[in-house]
């Protein structure tokens, strides 16, 4: 799937990559502010999944903010392997950040033939 989903972003205009990368990292808010207010978590294991979701939360906000200059240092699939890197370990978490990616291109016309 992170190969069709890089397929179609590498021939979009960076304006419509920017939407798109901006648009999974406010969705990935929601899921901090969901596991936040789950109370069938022990707070510790809230905080470590909610370390997890905001550096993928910073890796995709770094490369929306270099779109806009021009010099990404990484392409769209090093970005999506480092999430992966990041969430492999939690089901949990691969869940909900897969439901957030999922809910950006539901969201995002580009996206409707995936």
Not at 7 to 23: A, C, I, S, T
Not at 75 to 101: C, H, R, Y
Request: charged share 25%.
């Amino acid at each position: 799937m992170i190969e069709k989903i890089t397929d179609v972003l590498k021939n979009l205009p960076v304006q419509e990559q920017q939407r798109f990368y901006v648009g999974l990292a406010n969705n990935l808010t929601l899921i901090i502010r969901g596991i936040w207010s789950d109370d069938s978590y022990i707070d510790a294991n809230k905080l470590g999944m909610i370390k997890i979701v905001n550096e993928c939360h910073h890796r995709i906000l770094n490369h929306a903010l270099s779109l806009y200059d021009g010099e990404s240092t990484w392409t769209d699939t090093q970005v999506f392997a480092k999430v992966k890197e990041l969430i492999s370990k939690d089901n949990i978490l691969a869940g909900e950040v897969g439901g957030a990616l999922k809910l950006t291109m539901k969201h995002n016309k580009n996206f409707e033939s995936l």
